[in-house]
């Protein structure tokens, strides 16, 4: 199980990734404003790749529930700079969280590895043609909506059997545009457009998704909130800690987290465990 980027490929057999986020934006619903400074945002990626993040994941555009979109001169003028300064300093994989052509391309060419669009090239028509042209690897990701509706009364007939239905098209009509299949994995997007049980059913049925590799994003997220019955945002650390256990027994490999040294650490007790031969 080979994920290749534009750096090096990774090999996901039997060690998952840890995907550190890095939100370069004053609005992100968890931390918006810590690291819109250059120099705040490349100290905590270098933190973050110390405790064991193998891609940092660079976004600067909020994409929370009721988001307001930016300009694309707002999104360059947050993120290259950062991108700049880490690819100078880093050899660990930086991926640009982004939904606009002209930021992918700019990132891409100052030196980024993934290319993570929350709209599964949706959102602009150049998207598609960006990554086909580069060797980036790609993060095909379930919503339902925009980032503006996505919660406004989300609603399937059967959750996993259609984001499972849109993943495999949306991987489908990016390998028919030149991107190379191996450079593909998907996300089913938990929290995107979707209810607590929306939520818990994708959780639950991640080995559905595994035609290719898996990658999940529920760092504080607010439906770990309502299980957990309080609205404080530290609250959720632990439950989330626990999530990562819960999703590698179920084959997810990439995880994209605010909690890195911790979610590092379930990860490698949960991947020994699971590597135990039998007696």
């Keep these: 199980m080979i994920w290749e980027t534009a750096r090096r490929p990774l090999d996901l057999s039997t060690k998952g990734v840890i995907m550190g986020i890095l939100n370069v934006t004053p609005d992100s619903f968890s931390d918006g404003g810590k690291f819109l400074d250059a120099g705040a945002a490349v100290s905590q990626a270098l933190k973050m790749a110390e405790e064991g993040a193998e ?3 660079v976004g600067g555009e909020s994409t929370r529930p009721g988001a307001v979109s930016i300009s694309t001169e707002e999104e360059l003028r947050r993120v290259l700079p950062v991108i700049r300064e880490l690819r100078k300093r880093t050899e660990t994989l930086i991926s640009i969280d982004t939904s606009k052509a002209e930021v992918a391309r700019a990132a891409i060419e100052e030196g980024v590895d993934i290319l993570n669009d929350v709209t599964a090239f949706r959102g602009d028509v150049g998207m598609l043609k960006v990554a086909a042209e580069s060797t980036v690897g790609v993060v095909i990701m ?8 996505m919660q406004q009364n989300p609603h399937y007939e059967d959750v996993t059997e259609e984001v499972g239905n849109f993943l495999r098209q949306k991987t489908a009509a990016a390998v028919a545009s030149g991107v190379i299949l191996n450079r593909i994995v998907v996300d089913p997007g938990i929290g995107f457009g979707k209810t607590l049980a929306h939520n818990l059913r994708l959780l639950q049925s991640l080995e559905a998704f595994a035609e290719r590799p898996v990658l999940v994003g529920y760092s504080r997220k607010s439906f770990i909130g309502k299980l957990i019955g309080t609205d404080a945002m530290e609250e959720r650390f632990w439950p989330g800690v626990a999530l990562t256990a819960c999703c590698r027994t179920r084959g997810v490999r990439i995880f994209r ?3 890195v040294k ?3 650490e379930a990860l490698r007790m949960t991947e020994a465990i699971l590597e135990v031969p039998a007696l």
Excluded at 142 to 149: D, E, R, S
């Design 142 to 149: 379930h919503m339902q909506g925009t980032p503006q509706t």
């Design 262 to 264: 911790a979610d590092f």
């Design 257 to 259: 987290t605010h909690e």
């Design 55 to 57: 891609i940092i994941d």
